[in-house]
């Protein structure tokens, strides 16, 4: 079984501050997908990304996947009370049936 | 635009008892999944099928069975609920870039 280990498990911090959250792995995924899960509401996608090195860009949030394609991490500038969610990523690790492998998730609560 | 739609949206069991979890996507996407997501441990996969006619286990099946009706419907039905399946249920399905979810099942077995 393929994990991934998603860091910190739970982030407080006030409206304004940065903050960056780590999904690690030891194994390669041949795509890595952020997800954001509001209380009472399944998870949404925010970003896939899929060669080494990618760096994605969704208004305030930065994505990268590492270079080798077992980590990525997500950087969020200038939080806002808006942001606050349980952030997800999961990993496809190939093969001929799609299915991904979730991290247990970054509980963010930014603060007003 | 429904997207995925699950229902019930929360149901208590008594222990024993069985019943069904209905999903439904309107997106043609091939692929559909049920996760169960409990505190501390994440998401995890107890069946997908990965096409109509075609259904796999996933990381902890025992206890449930699934039923792919059509390209459109993935059931999961519980046979005989036990506390340990005390869970929020998601069904998903997918494009290969990613899934789309469904609003959940609050499932409570007492």
Redesign the interface.
Known sequence: ?QLLEQSPQFLSIQEGENLTVYCNSSSVFS?L?W?RQEP??????LV?VVTGGEVKKLKRLTFQFGDARKDSSLHITAAQPGDTGLY?C?GDSGG?????T????TLLTVNP | NAGVTQTPKFQVLKTGQSMTLQCAQDMNHNSMYWYRQDPGMGLRLIYYSASEGTTDKGEVPNGYNVSRLNKREFSLRLESAAPSQTSVYFCASSRVSGYTFGSGTRLTVV
């Open positions: 079984t795509s997908q997800y009472g509401e399944g998870p949404v996608l896939t997800l999961a001929s049936n799609y299915k991904l979730f991290g247990k998730g």
